[in-house]
Structure formats: structure tokens, C-alpha cells
């Protein structure tokens, strides 16, 4: 009698955890449904000495990227969401290097990370590009891949 409760008690807990985990796991997907702007894309920021991102959104909304090229930093990181309907925000964290004060020891390189927040609406253009505008300051474009 004691197995049988046993094994009844482990079925229990099994189906227990199949229901608790089946909405996390549709909802991580996104109830289905590919988000529109899924893909991956360049991100070209500056004019002169511009900065070269590649960002992937994925079939969730999830937005992620690394820095690919640059000339003042020495790394970067995109993480965030877009919705469906467009509506989206990311931060964009970049780290650089602190040149030396002159009136500190020499101690070697010093570096630090900036973070900066995005939010906004973005669309797809005729290209399939991504156009962004934010809620402040110029809008950016991510060229499609």
C-alpha cells in the first residue's frame, strides 16, 4: 500500500510540474506567434568614426546585439524587447577606456561602462530595414541582413 501512495504521490508531482511549466514555455515563444520584426541586422551608428552593431531580434521580440567594430570602445552590448505592435526598448551598454589623469600614479588602463536606454516605436520599411523612433532624440535605421 505504501508503493502505491508513493508512485500515486510521484504522478501527482510529475503532472503537477508538466501544468506549471507548459504556460512559461508559451509564453517564452510568445503564444505562437513570430514576431514581425525577427532577423538579424547591422547597426551603423556616427558619421565619422561610426560604430558597427550587429543586432538579432528573435522570433520572441527579444533583441540582443554585440559591438563589431568601433573606434572608442572596447566592447558593447544591445539587450531588450520589441513587441508586436512595434513598441520597443533596449539598452545599450558600451565600455571604454578612461585615459590617465595626470595628476594620478600610472596604475595601468582604467576602463568603464556606460548604459544608455532606448524606447520607442519601430516599423519595417519597403526593405524590410528596421526604422526606429525614439520617444527622445533622432530616429536610427538597422539594415537588414
Keep these: 500500500m505504501t508503493s502505491r501512495m508513493l508512485r500515486g504521490c510521484m504522478k501527482a508531482v510529475a503532472l503537477a510540474a508538466v501544468a506549471a511549466l507548459a504556460p512559461v514555455s508559451s509564453a517564452q515563444a510568445g503564444g505562437g506567434e513570430k514576431s514581425p520584426f525577427a532577423g538579424t541586422y547591422d547597426w551603423k551608428v556616427g558619421t565619422v568614426y561610426s560604430d558597427s552593431w550587429a543586432v538579432t531580434i528573435s522570433d520572441g521580440g527579444q533583441i540582443t546585439g554585440s559591438l563589431v567594430s568601433t573606434f572608442t570602445y572596447t566592447k558593447g552590448s544591445i539587450s531588450g524587447r520589441v513587441s508586436a505592435d512595434g513598441s520597443y526598448s533596449f539598452t545599450v551598454s558600451v565600455t571604454f577606456r578612461v585615459f ?46
Design 100 to 145: 590617465d589623469d595626470p595628476d594620478r600614479p600610472r596604475h595601468g588602463p582604467e576602463f568603464r561602462t556606460a548604459h544608455y536606454k532606448f524606447a520607442g516605436n519601430m516599423a519595417p520599411d519597403a526593405e524590410g530595414n528596421i526604422v526606429g523612433t525614439p520617444d527622445t532624440g533622432e530616429s536610427f535605421v538597422w539594415l537588414r541582413n
